[in-house]
């Protein structure tokens, strides 16, 4: 993709590569006479899983209740078109497999649960603020350990493919053939987040794995099912979170993690509950362009799985959630002490990057080593802003009121000092 090539904001008409296109038409036409491309039901989705692996352990019932709920949230809410339920299906296969072997993990390790997870480092801040660029300038230094796409889509080991590498070959493919299909279905995305299977990717698709995570309404319209999630005491989602963490430290030992994910703006004490020894990196920017940017990546997303994309939609449902992270957000560090963070602006780090990085390297109790500023400036040398293309994106796109943007987020621009774009 060239470097001046702009995303569209055609929103409402994702793009759809020919073959896609007239998939979709066939499908449509099946669809009429009551014959679907792709099952969605409980039982099948648990019965491929387990036979993929020939495992059949999904722990408690709580974890089939969201299940339930999740499904039925897409068959009453999402509008998928057909390839869309395709692709549902066989991500949430997926998660279950994963979710069969980790626990088969767990039960066959029992000494991966005294693994310590040490002082790792967060970093959070609402979409678009420069958590991606922060969390990938941390993740060169080579003392760090980072959780890679790769290891995000398939972090348990799979033993019955004979490598004698627990599969790693295996699930680097499945990660490079999930980046290039990716890239052929939307490939306006790259120019606002880039995907590398190999590269460092968020955590949030570890909470996939108790169907506690928020990917589901990044990429599908499944309201219900993210107003009861809201809900929810997520004790149990970070337990099972830090789990697969210690299973990839079980696979890899060494290094102290980088992870980075907006959803912990939500349960930063639960975070800190988890993790007493944990560090938070929180980035900022001015609340007016991060809404529209985020607002656009989340209208790309839903294209790939439906063509029932209103903007407007995404926008009531986004503006919400980003208001409610940051309100809890700003109520979870007045209780928990301000020791315990690091505040970095969008601006300065993308003015001098160096600077920001001792400061927070500072904070970290560490240094930059030699090493680590060399990898440091290979990678921001590699990724140039704009590598992939120009993200297009304006507020007025989305039907948000300027003012009542700016009001919601008055006190938060004030408390961090943030300025306007």
């Given at each position: 993709?060239?470097?001046?090539?702009?995303?569209?904001?055609d929103?409402?008409?994702?793009?759809?590569?020919?073959?896609?296109?007239?998939?979709?038409?066939?499908?449509?036409?099946?669809?009429?006479?009551?014959?679907?491309?792709?099952?969605?039901?409980?039982a099948?989705?648990?019965?491929?899983?387990?036979?993929?692996?020939?495992?059949?352990?999904?722990?408690?019932?709580?974890?089939?209740?969201?299940?339930?709920?999740?499904?039925?949230?897409?068959?009453?809410?999402?509008?998928?078109?057909?390839?869309?339920?395709?692709?549902?299906?066989q991500?949430?296969?997926?998660?279950?497999?994963?979710?069969?072997?980790?626990?088969?993990?767990?039960?066959?390790?029992?000494?991966?649960?005294?693994?310590?997870?040490?002082?790792?480092?967060?970093?959070?801040?609402?979409?678009?603020?420069?958590?991606?660029?922060?969390?990938?300038?941390?993740?060169?230094?080579?003392?760090?350990?980072?959780?890679?796409?790769?290891?995000?889509?398939?972090?348990?080991?799979?033993?019955?493919?004979?490598?004698?590498?627990?599969?790693e070959?295996?699930?680097?493919?499945?990660?490079?053939?999930?980046q290039?299909?990716?890239?052929?279905?939307?490939?306006?995305?790259?120019?606002?987040?880039?995907?590398?299977?190999?590269?460092?990717?968020?955590?949030?698709?570890?909470?996939?794995?108790?169907?506690?995570?928020?990917?589901?309404?990044?990429?599908?319209?499944?309201?219900?099912?993210?107003?009861?999630?809201?809900?929810?005491?997520?004790?149990?989602?970070?337990?099972?979170?830090?789990?697969?963490?210690?299973?990839?430290?079980?696979?890899?030992?060494?290094?102290?993690?980088?992870?980075?994910t907006?959803?912990?703006?939500?349960?930063?004490?639960?975070?800190?509950?988890?993790?007493?020894?944990?560090?938070?990196v929180?980035?900022?920017?001015?609340?007016?362009?991060?809404?529209?940017?985020?607002?656009?990546?989340?209208?790309?997303?839903?294209?790939?799985?439906?063509?029932?994309?209103?903007?407007?939609?995404?926008?009531?449902?986004?503006?919400?959630?980003?208001?409610?992270?940051?309100?809890?957000?700003?109520?979870?560090?007045?209780?928990?002490?301000?020791?315990?963070?690091?505040?970095?602006?969008?601006?300065?780090?993308?003015?001098?990057p160096?600077?920001?990085?001792?400061?927070?390297?500072?904070?970290?109790?560490?240094?930059?080593?030699?090493?680590?500023?060399?990898?440091?400036?290979?990678?921001?040398?590699?990724?140039?802003?704009?590598?992939?293309g120009?993200?297009?994106?304006?507020?007025?796109?989305?039907?948000?009121?300027?003012?009542?943007?700016?009001?919601?987020?008055?006190?938060?621009?004030?408390?961090?000092?943030?300025?306007?774009?």
């Open positions: 993709m060239s470097g001046t090539r702009q995303t569209s904001t929103y409402t008409r994702p793009y759809r590569p020919l073959p896609v296109a007239l998939l979709n038409r066939c499908g449509r036409i099946l669809e009429r006479f009551g014959l679907e491309l792709s099952d969605l039901s409980e099948s989705l648990v019965a491929a899983a387990r036979k993929v692996t020939g495992l059949r352990d999904l722990g408690g019932e709580g974890f089939f209740a969201r299940l339930s709920l999740l499904l039925q949230s897409v068959h009453d809410e999402a509008r998928l078109h057909p390839l869309g339920r395709i692709m549902v299906r991500n949430l296969i997926r998660i279950l497999a994963n979710r069969l072997r980790l626990l088969a993990t767990l039960d066959r390790h029992p000494e991966i649960d005294a693994l310590a997870v040490d002082a790792p480092i967060f970093v959070v801040g609402l979409q678009r603020t420069g958590t991606t660029v922060m969390n990938r300038l941390l993740a060169a230094d080579p003392a760090h350990r980072f959780l890679a796409s790769w290891q995000a889509i398939s972090p348990a080991p799979i033993q019955t493919d004979g490598q004698g590498d627990l599969g070959a295996r699930r680097k493919r499945l990660a490079e053939i999930s290039r299909g990716l890239a052929y279905l939307a490939p306006d995305f790259f120019a606002i987040h880039p995907v590398e299977a190999l590269g460092p990717e968020e955590d949030c698709l570890l909470f996939d794995y108790g169907l506690w995570g928020t990917v589901p309404e990044a990429t599908l319209h499944v309201p219900s099912f993210s107003a009861w999630l809201e809900q929810q005491d997520h004790r149990e989602a970070y337990r099972f979170y830090a789990r697969v963490l210690r299973v990839l430290q079980f696979q890899w030992p060494g290094g102290r993690w980088v992870l980075k907006p959803q912990h703006m939500e349960q930063l004490e639960v975070l800190l509950e988890t993790f007493p020894d944990a560090r938070i929180q980035t900022h920017r001015d609340p007016l362009r991060v809404l529209a940017s985020f607002c656009s990546m989340m209208a790309h997303a839903r294209g790939v799985f439906s063509d029932a994309v209103d903007p407007q939609e995404v926008a009531r449902h986004w503006f919400g959630k980003a208001r409610r992270m940051v309100e809890r957000a700003m109520a979870a560090r007045e209780r928990c002490g301000p020791e315990r963070f690091c505040d970095v602006l969008y601006y300065d780090l993308v003015r001098d160096g600077a920001e990085l001792r400061r927070v390297y500072a904070f970290l109790g560490a240094e930059i080593s030699p090493q680590a500023q060399a990898a440091m400036r290979r990678w921001t040398e590699r990724n140039p802003q704009h590598k992939h120009r993200h297009h994106y304006r507020l007025d796109d989305f039907g948000l009121d300027r003012d009542e943007v700016e009001a919601a987020f008055a006190d938060y621009r004030a408390r961090f000092a943030i300025p306007h774009e």
